[in-house]
C-alpha cells in the first residue's frame, strides 16, 4: 500500500512539473537602451582609468576664469591645452595674472617640462584628481590640479601660484594616439 502511495505521489508530481509552462520575457526597448548606455559608461570609466595610469593623454580647456568669482573666458584656439606624457609635461594655457589693485593681464603659459615635482594620480569616486607643481615656466611656483569626471571625460583644471589668484580652466580630456 505504501509503495502505491509513493509510486502515485511521484507520478502525480511528474505529471504537474511537465505540465509548467516557461515564460519568456523579452526585454522592452528602453531597457536594452539603459542596459546599452551603462556598458557604454563601464567602457569609458576603464578607457579613462586606463588613459591616466598611462599618462597620455590631453585637456582641452573651452573656458577659464580666474577665480575668485572672476570673468569668465571663452577659449577658441584649439592649439591652447595641456599633454601630459610619461617622459614630459607640455603646458600651453592662456593665463591670467592680477597683483593687488592692479589690472590682470593676460598672457600665455608655455613650457615643456621634462621633470614635474610631486606628480600624483588620485582615483576618486567620479574620476581621478592630477596633481602636480613645476617652476619651469617663471620664478614663481606653479601648482597644477586636474580633476578628470572619467563618465563624461570632462576636466577642471586649477592653476594656483602664491603671486597671484588661481585660474581655472574647463574642458576635455582625450587620449594621445
Known amino acids: 500500500m505504501k509503495n502505491l502511495l509513493l509510486l502515485m505521489a511521484t507520478s502525480l508530481f511528474g505529471l504537474s512539473v511537465s505540465a509548467q509552462t516557461?515564460?519568456?520575457?523579452v526585454p522592452d526597448a528602453d531597457y536594452v537602451a539603459r542596459r546599452i548606455e551603462r556598458v557604454q559608461a563601464r567602457a569609458d570609466?576603464?578607457?579613462m582609468d586606463s588613459?591616466?595610469?598611462s599618462k597620455g593623454f590631453v585637456f582641452t580647456p573651452d573656458q577659464f576664469q580666474q577665480m575668485p568669482a572672476g570673468m569668465p573666458h571663452m577659449i577658441y584656439n584649439p592649439n591652447f591645452k595641456l599633454t601630459i606624457k610619461p617622459s614630459y609635461v607640455d603646458v600651453d594655457l592662456p593665463y591670467i595674472q592680477n597683483n593687488e589693485g592692479l589690472a590682470p593681464?593676460?598672457?600665455?603659459l608655455n613650457a615643456?617640462?621634462?621633470?614635474v615635482s610631486q606628480y600624483s594620480a588620485v582615483q576618486?569616486?567620479?574620476g581621478w584628481t592630477v596633481t602636480f607643481k613645476t617652476n619651469a615656466m617663471t620664478e614663481y611656483n606653479y601648482t597644477f590640479t586636474l580633476?578628470?569626471?572619467s563618465i563624461t571625460q570632462e576636466g577642471v583644471l586649477t592653476i594656483e601660484t602664491d603671486q597671484f589668484n588661481p585660474v581655472t580652466y574647463q574642458g576635455t580630456i582625450s587620449k594621445l594616439y
Open 51 to 53: 588613459v591616466v595610469m
Open 22 to 25: 516557461v515564460t519568456i520575457v
Open 45 to 47: 570609466i576603464k578607457m
Open 124 to 126: 576618486t569616486k567620479d
Open 147 to 149: 580633476t578628470i569626471t
Open 112 to 115: 615643456i617640462m621634462p621633470q
Open 105 to 108: 593681464v593676460m598672457t600665455t
